[in-house]
C-alpha cells in the first residue's frame, strides 16, 4: 500500500515542489511512496534543482533521497492525464492517490480532478474538502457559475455533499467536532427577507441532525461564519467556490491541502496551481506540497493501521 503521485503538468511546478518536499523525508516515508511519472519530464525538472542525481529502473536518487518511480511511456491525451489514469487504478487496489498540479485543458472535457471523478466514478456528491492548520472546510459546489448557484444549491445537493463528507471523515478516522453551515444569501436570508433560498438549508441541517445525531448547525451568515468556530476539528461548509476560497486562501495562503471525499480511496493534492511563469526556475514554494503530502502519508499510516487493526479483531 502507497501513496501514489501523479506527474501533473510537465511544465509546471509539480515536480519541482514534490522533488524539494522529498529531501526532507525519512526513507520509510519516501518508501511509501510511488511517483508515476515520464523520464522526460523528471530529468528536466531535476536539472533545475541543481543538486545530483541519477535516473534508475525503478527509483530516482536524488542527493540522499531515494524516491520510488513507475515510468511511463504512452500518452493518453497528456501526460498527467495518463498519470492519473494509472495512479486512480493502483489506489482502486489499495493506497492513496496524491495529485501534483496539472491544467484544465489536460482533461478530455472536464474541468479539472474533481469534474473528472464526478463522471468517472458517477458520484455527483463527491465534495472538495480543504484542510490547513487550523481550519477545515467544504464547499457544497465548485465550479459552478454564480447565476447557476440557486437552481445547482437544491435540497438533495447539500443533504448529499454533507453526507458524503461526514461518512468518509467518520470512515477515515479524520478528526472532526462541529461542522457549521453557511447561508447562501447576505445575512442567511434575513429569514426570507433577502431570498428564500436559504431555507433549504435549514431543512437540510435539521433532516441531518434527526437521523446522524451529530453536532450541525446553520445557516450562518457567510461573512461572519468564521467566529463560530471553536476548534481547529470544526469543519466550515460554504456554498459556493469563492465564498469559502476566499477565506481559505486569504488566511492559509498555499499551505494547504485539496482532499477529495467519497473516492474509492483517499485523494490528496497540494491547495495550489501550476504556475507556469515558475517553471524551470527553481524558485517554488514546496512548503503547500510538504503539508500536504505529510497530509496524505498520515492518512496512509491510518489506513494501513485499520486494515491491521481488522485483522487483529478477525482473528481473536
Known sequence: MKVYVTQGHEEGIGLEVFFKTCLFLNPEQLWSLNLLSYKNAVTESLITLRLPFEIFD??????????????LDTVNHSQSFSSLELGMKLA???????????????????AGHTEYFRHFYRRPELGMFFSASGMQMLLVTDHVAINHLSEVLSEKRIYECIVNAF???????WPTKKILVSGLNPHAGEGGLIGSEDQR??????????????????????????????????VLVYLYHDQGLALFKGLQGFVGTNITLGLPYPRFSPDHGTSFNLYG????????????????LSQLTRLINGQNNSHKSQST
Not at 461572519?224 to 470544526?234: A, C, G, H, I, V
Not at 517554488?284 to 505529510?294: E, I, K, P, T, V
Open 58 to 71: 525503478d527509483h530516482i536518487q536524488l542527493a540522499h533521497a531515494s524516491i520510488p518511480v513507475t515510468w
Open 92 to 110: 482502486e487496489s489499495g493506497g492513496v492517490l496524491y495529485t501534483l498540479p496539472t491544467s484544465k485543458d489536460q482533461f478530455p472535457g472536464f
Open 167 to 173: 461518512t468518509t471523515l467518520k470512515a477515515w478516522d
Open 201 to 234: 438549508i435549514t431543512a437540510v441541517v435539521k433532516q441531518i441532525q434527526d437521523k446522524f445525531k451529530i453536532d450541525i448547525t446553520g445557516p450562518f451568515p457567510g461573512d461572519t461564519m468564521l467566529n463560530e468556530k471553536r476548534s481547529p476539528e470544526d
Open 281 to 296: 526556475k527553481n524558485v517554488a514554494d514546496y512548503r503547500g506540497c510538504q503539508f500536504s503530502l505529510n497530509q496524505a
